[in-house]
Structures are given as C-alpha cells and as structure tokens.
C-alpha cells in the first residue's frame, strides 16, 4: 500500500537558517511527488512538484527538493528560511497511475524572527 | 473570483444533528475531493468526483455522503454527527491525471 512518511513532526528554526524536511515514500510503481505548503489560517497550496526529468525541483519562495529514486526519498530544502516560512509542510505523492494522492503527517516549521 | 470556494467556513453544532458543506470551483476541473483534517493536521482523503462520478470512497462512516450535481460542485452531507467528526474539511479539485490539487479555505466543523 501507499504511504508517506515525514520525518520531522515538529521543526523549529532561527531566521537565516538552513531548512531541509525528510519525506520518504512506499510504492512499487512511478510517482508524481508533491510538497504543499499551509500558513497559519490558511488553505493548503503547491510549493513544488516533481513528474520526470531533472530529480532536483524548485518551487516558489526558494525551495527546492530533490528526489532520489533509490531512496524513495523527496526531501524539501531552503538555505535560508524567514519568520514568513512558518507553515505546515505536508508531502504528497500519487501513483502514476491511479486516482489518489497520499498526504504525510506533515511538519510544523516555527521561524524565530 | 476565489477558484474553489467553501461554505461555511466555520459550523457548530449539536451532536445528533444533521449538517452539509458546499463546494465549487470555477476552474474547469473535471475532479474534486473531500479531505478531512484532524486536530493533529493529518490529512486524509475521504471522496473523489471525476465528472459526477465517484471514483474514491475511502473507509468512511455512511453517515457521510457526497454528492455532486455537476462537474463544478461537490456537496458533502452528514447525518447524525458525532463528536469525532469535529475537524476541518477541505474541499480540492483536479484538472488533469498529474493531479495538481487546489484546495479552498476549510470549513472548522465542531460538534458539540
């Protein structure tokens, strides 16, 4: 069966500092990776999405991920994160072929100004 | 001009009480989507719509039942309500098979 798993429950950073976010996936088949983003009081949306081509992705906002097939990893990365990154990160994935996306736990990223 | 709207945004209501939730989308979508999303923000997949027809129904108590009149609308009734459905419910759609999601604004069911 699908499933996601997010590392980090909870991540707290400085300003400026680096961020990067675990996302691990189980599926046997090709996937559509995606990271969603969910600022406080607000509706979930795309940061960054992977289909094919280039493993390494950039989203809005500076951040990046890369994935790694063999890993069946899709981790999330900024090198230098603001107050205004504070949200919640969720990963999703999608088998190529089916219906349905898998959403992770997600992570909670607090930034102190 | 928000592409998927919810409403309401908040309810509160008895337990027993029967309650609906309303969707739309004015981005063309052939595909929408009903997530809740529990108090430690876990997201899960309830239903899916291509087209009007059903296309997931996930392990969700029958009290819950979707419906969609039109490609653009999916409405979500639930009977009887219990405590544990207290959560948020997100409405989403899809145009194409890479499924792109766009999400509306929630609605902050509690149950009382």
Redesign the interface.
């Known amino acids: 069966a699908q499933s996601v798993s997010q590392h980090n429950h909870h991540v707290i950073l400085s300003e400026a500092a680096s961020l990067e976010l675990g996302c691990n996936y189980s599926y046997g088949g090709t996937v ?1 990776l ?1 990271w ?1 983003v ?1 600022y406080p009081g ?5 940061l960054l ?1 992977y ?1 094919s081509g280039d493993p390494l992705v950039k989203g809005i906002k500076g951040f990046e991920a890369e994935f790694i097939k063999s890993k069946f990893s899709f981790n999330l990365r900024k090198p230098s994160v603001q107050w205004s990154d504070t949200a ?1 990160y ?1 990963c999703a994935v ?1 088998g ?1 072929g089916g ?5 992770g ?2 992570t ?1 990223l607090f930034v102190k100004a | 001009d928000t592409a ?1 709207s919810q409403t309401p945004k908040y309810l509160v209501t008895q337990m027993g009480n029967d309650k609906s939730i309303k969707c739309e989308q004015n981005l063309g979508h052939d ?1 929408m989507y009903w ?1 809740k999303q529990d108090s ?6 309830m239903f ?1 719509y ?1 087209n009007k027809e059903l ?2 129904n996930e392990t969700v108590p029958n009290r819950f039942s979707p419906k969609s009149p039109d490609k653009a609308h999916l409405n979500l009734h639930i009977n009887s309500l219990e405590l544990g459905d207290s959560a948020v419910y ?1 409405c ?1 759609s899809s145009q194409d ?10 609605t902050r069911l509690s149950v009382l």
């Open positions: 559509n995606f969603y969910q607000q509706h979930l949306q795309l999405k289909f919640e969720f999608k190529t219906f349905k996306t898998i959403f736990a997600g909670r | 998927v595909t997530y430690k923000k876990f997201l899960k997949i899916s291509n296309i997931i997100f989403a098979s890479k499924n792109i999601q766009y999400f509306g604004a929630g």
